[in-house]
């Protein structure tokens, strides 16, 4: 140092300049006697520069040559000066690799791998790799499993320097290492049977290489998955055959898996054998086939694309793989395939830890899973009609898809470009300390190591921050992954469709999809009718319009949502209707374009059911909806009565103000219905259901206060007075319960009173109005229907329509039945005088909550009309366990108990004085009426029967009470309540048992 130390001495500065980090300690290394003479050799200098880390080359050069006895240190030294190769290839290992830099420590012999390279050696395969471990494992005097591990890492050594030297490529770096690891593997079962040759000579085994062993893409540190089948040798019984295979086997397992004083080569991982873990180690050919035959899932299949023999019986080898290849090819027809190979893909992102997911290389989002896996799906559904795509090799495969148009040739680059990179990125974060890895370090250190290993596949200028430019690298390519992720099943498809040049479709020169390809890869997606769909494409994505253009653009998005539904055919079907009618106006265009989130949620919406796409295509304008914030967000009742108040008082006739009230309600029940099916009402079941039952509570009661307003003011019109007396409208049922669903009917009671004064007959007047009320609103229409539902009134459909507020004082104090006193538990005012509505309860209030409680003469009758309801109201050939509403631990069971502790409680208990069925089964297990364990049981039954209710008029279009039959139809019911492709039958399970415990609380506390 300088005086006063203010800066570095020329041999530090000059290290500094080259890139080195702790330049004093380099000096101290250089000057040390095993480097002598090397510290003032500028070409050795630059050579160190030029590695990944300057320090770690230096510190492992320093190792090895005092690992090394004087006269081959200074052959070592001589050579490292005059020959440039070795100096590339040794000192780009160096820097590269801390774990490589330990072994030639500790072999420093090795070195001389590293010398020359003859032509045999540039690219070696399997035999060549196999001879040299063979050689090293009988020539030395360890013990085998030492001595093939040190093989190994020679070897190793070896593709590090041609792969760090830029002698090869990333593929080719991919399957020496494969290579390598299948020369292993053989070498490692020639051990195990010469130590076993009772085995060896029992049996026929082979070894089938699976994942990126198979597919000839191996990492540096990398699980080497297999699996192994055997065959009996002549004159062997299969039983011992199989025992003797399996010891083979475990053998060669442990010589490769175990960690012993050379350390450990890589786990051999047997897991994607049938049955996993709970399998046996081998089976036969013949056991293999039964089990892909009959048990085996897709992912199984997605598997066996990698297959490959790759030691033991060649000739068993490949005969498993023309037994199974047949299967694999045929794995794009099974239901749900498409579901299946992405739900495991989710599941693979869902599993990795929130505190790993932005710097896992290999399975998060954007990551080199996704490349995999959206080119072997097009694989399996593709390459049973075209041989030319069965690889299993990654970029092979894309290639080859690229090749046949079945991909963009673009989109492929873009891909393969990525894949490149991410891979490259994961061998030198393996290759530093040589263990399994895909996270992308966040020190510092290691961070500049792999920037400046990478500098050469960086788009951009490295010199100033090496790491920012390999941040913005890596973020760039896996953003383009995930992009093309999304679309790369899909956008062929618009090129196999579209009338357009093969400019605008691919690159020029590529070839577009047949249209028997595009075919087959919408039935892949689950689209019942294929030519349809391709139909409906066509129309779509075809000119030169920029609606065309739109599409095209929005397509790829959407057909992933709807093959994520379980109607493909009806979202897309839906789709083309509503662009049919909206597709010139020009804000549905930017709503398509600018808001991806709108785009995504009509394609939802469109394939979830029958109710909502056919609410929206009778005002299609209501999509814009989906493109506010708020725009799914309920009304509340006082703006909706004050919309459509506003709608009848500009209307000419009572019909016309009645229809504008419906009009209103049609476009209510969309927005209610579509932040339902987005799940924008809540995170819990619970909460959404009485978030949708509060919204079409105030739907309904602000529809008939418009629709009793019009005709009102119709009758007005007609006698040329003002209307002789007060109209209140009382809710009943589950409209007074706040607890309507999509189909409910509106039960009603009418109470009018007359002015003072009146000389008319008022009863006439109000029986007129509420007449024609209930004939408009269920009127035929393009709007939907509201059926006003009064048979809950005294005496039934044979008693007045409307009575007034003496008469029905006078009805219940005479003739009122135990079931009426039940029916009023729910009633609550909702239009008309409110006045009169509020008069109308306080007379009900006794009844609903006597003082004395429930005689037991009432009890016994209720108890028998809920009893006579079970066995006489059933539908013929219902299924009492899955009948929502009257079926067993149901609606009706779960209402009909509560409402009892309603009437036997209600006067002491304000809690329960509510028309609410939940708030008052939370207030009956407040007031300790029933144990809390009950109370949940019977809340769970009645939100999942509620919630299957809805589910089903959502998907079908009408009421029904029972889950449906059609199996499509139940998919769409399972999805709407949270099950995933291909679990149906899990929901109508659970259904059962929720509903079967329910019951038998009803048991106990209804019928005691």
């Not at 030492?146 to 991919?174: G, P």
């Not at 013929?876 to 209402?895: F, M, N, Q, S, Y």
């Not at 019977?938 to 449906?964: E, I, K, N, T």
Request: hydrophobic share 45%.
């Amino acid at each position: 140092m300088t005086s006063g130390g203010s800066r570095l001495s020329r041999p530090e500065n000059r290290l500094v300049r080259r890139g080195f980090s702790d330049p004093e300690a380099a000096v101290a290394r250089l000057a040390a006697p095993a480097l002598h003479g090397l510290a003032d050799d500028p070409i050795l200098l630059d050579a160190l520069g030029a590695t990944a880390d300057p320090d770690l080359a230096l510190l492992g050069l320093a190792r090895l040559l005092e690992a090394l006895g004087e006269p081959e240190r200074h052959t070592l030294r001589d050579t490292l000066t005059t020959s440039k190769p070795l100096r590339d290839r040794l000192l780009g290992v160096l820097g590269a690799s801390a774990a490589l830099g330990d072994h030639l420590a500790a072999h420093p012999q090795d070195w001389h791998a590293l010398v020359t390279f003859e032509q045999r050696d540039m690219h070696p395969g399997i035999d060549e790799f196999r001879r040299e471990l063979e050689h090293r494992v009988r020539e030395s005097e360890s013990d085998p499993a030492d001595a093939l591990r040190a093989a190994y890492r020679r070897c190793l050594l070896t593709i590090a320097a041609r792969d760090l030297s830029a002698t090869i490529d990333l593929v080719q770096t991919a399957a020496e290492l494969a290579d390598l690891a299948a020369a292993t593997l053989r070498c490692a079962l020639t051990i195990a049977a010469e130590e076993q040759p009772e085995a060896a000579d029992a049996c026929r085994l082979a070894v089938i290489g699976m994942g990126k062993c198979g597919g000839r893409e191996l990492n540096y540190v990398s699980d080497v998955d297999v699996i192994f089948v055997a065959e009996p040798r002549e004159g062997v019984e299969e039983h011992r055959a199989m025992q003797a295979a399996t010891r083979l086997a475990a053998a060669m397992i442990r010589l490769c898996s175990d960690t012993t004083r050379e350390g450990t080569i890589w786990p051999v991982d047997a897991n994607l054998r049938p049955e996993g873990r709970n399998g046996p180690l081998v089976r036969t050919l013949a056991s293999h086939l039964a089990y892909y035959q009959r048990w085996a899932k897709t992912w199984e299949f997605q598997a066996l694309l990698k297959a490959r023999p790759v030691a033991g019986d060649a000739e068993l080898g490949e005969a498993y793989l023309a037994a199974l290849a047949p299967l694999v090819w045929q794995a794009a027809e099974r239901e749900n395939f498409v579901a299946d190979v992405q739900q495991m893909r989710r599941r693979v992102v869902e599993s990795i830890p929130a505190t790993e997911l932005d710097r896992q290389l290999k399975l998060g989002p954007g990551g080199l899973r996704d490349v995999e896996f959206s080119v072997q799906l097009l694989q399996l559904v593709h390459g049973r009609t075209d041989p030319g795509l069965r690889s299993g090799n990654t970029l092979e495969a894309l290639a080859a898809l690229s090749a046949g148009g079945y991909v963009g040739r673009a989109d492929a680059a873009a891909l393969d470009a990525a894949y490149r990179f991410l891979r490259a990125l994961e061998h030198r974060i393996q290759l530093h300390r040589l263990r399994r890895t895909h996270l992308m370090p966040t020190d510092p250190v290691d961070l500049r190591r792999l920037a400046r290993s990478l500098a050469w596949m960086i788009n951009g200028d490295t010199r100033l921050d090496p790491v920012a430019a390999l941040q913005r690298e890596w973020k760039r390519h896996a953003l383009e992954v995930r992009r093309l992720h999304e679309k790369l099943f899909y956008r062929p498809l618009l090129a196999a469709v579209a009338e357009l040049s093969a400019g605008e479709a691919l690159t020029p020169g590529t070839p577009a999809m047949s249209p028997e390809a595009a075919e087959a890869r919408l039935k892949a997606l689950g689209f019942a009718d294929p030519p349809a769909a391709l139909r409906h494409l066509v129309a779509l994505a075809t000119g030169v319009s920029r609606k065309a253009a739109i599409q095209r653009t929005l397509l790829p998005v959407l057909l992933a949502r709807f093959a994520d539904s379980a109607d493909p055919d009806s979202g897309l079907l839906g789709f083309r209707q509503v662009s049919d009618a909206l597709g010139r106006t020009p804000w549905y265009l930017r709503l398509l374009r600018d808001e991806s989130a709108a785009a995504e949620g009509l394609a939802r919406i469109l394939s979830a059911g029958r109710l909502v796409p056919d609410l929206l295509l009778r005002a299609p304008e209501a999509v814009a909806m989906l493109g506010d914030a708020q725009g799914l967000v309920p009304r509340g009742r006082a703006a909706l009565e004050q919309e459509i108040r506003s709608a009848v008082g500009r209307a000419p006739t009572t019909a016309a103000g009645v229809a504008a009230a419906r009009a209103v309600r049609r476009r209510e029940l969309f927005r209610t219905a579509a932040g339902d099916l987005l799940g924008r009402y809540g995170e819990f079941p619970g909460e959404a259901l009485e978030a949708t039952g509060n919204a079409l509570t105030d739907l309904n009661a602000a529809t008939l206060a418009g629709a009793l307003a019009a005709c009102t003011a119709g009758w007005e019109q007609a006698h040329g007075e003002p209307f002789p007396a007060k109209l209140a409208v009382i809710a009943m049922g589950r409209f007074g319960g706040h607890e309507l669903g999509y189909g409910s009917d509106a039960d009603v009671l009418f109470v009018h009173e007359p002015l003072p004064g009146t000389e008319r007959d008022t009863a006439a007047a109000a029986r007129a109005v509420c007449n024609e009320l209930r004939t408009l609103l269920a009127a035929p229409s393009t709007e939907p229907a509201l059926l006003v539902d009064a048979d809950l009134r005294p005496e039934g459909r044979q008693g007045p329509l409307v009575r007034t507020l003496g008469s029905y004082a006078a009805y219940y104090a005479r003739w009122s039945h135990a079931w009426e006193s039940q029916a009023l538990l729910r009633a609550e005012p909702v239009a008309g005088d409110a006045e009169l509505g509020e008069r109308f309860r306080e007379l009900i209030d006794p009844l609903r909550y006597p003082v004395e409680g429930v005689p037991e003469r009432d009890l016994l009758e209720i108890r028998r009309i809920k009893a006579r309801v079970e066995s006489e109201r059933l539908p013929r050939g219902a299924d009492p366990t899955t009948h929502t509403k009257i079926g067993r631990g149901g609606l009706a069971d779960v209402e009909w108990t509560v409402q009892l502790l309603q009437l036997q409680h209600g006067h002491e208990q304000p809690g329960l004085r509510t028309t609410r069925t939940r708030q008052a089964l939370l207030a009956a297990a407040q007031a300790g009426l029933l144990p809390g364990e009950d109370a949940a049981v019977l809340d769970a039954a009645w939100v999942l029967a509620s919630r299957v209710r809805a589910a089903v008029m959502l998907v079908r279009g009408r009421p029904g009470d029972s889950f449906p039959n059609e199996p499509r139809e139940l998919a769409q019911v399972a999805r709407y309540l949270g099950y995933g492709s291909g679990h149906s039958g899990e929901l109508v399970d659970d259904y059962r048992r929720t509903t079967r415990r329910a019951r038998a609380a009803v048991e106990r506390l209804f019928y005691g």
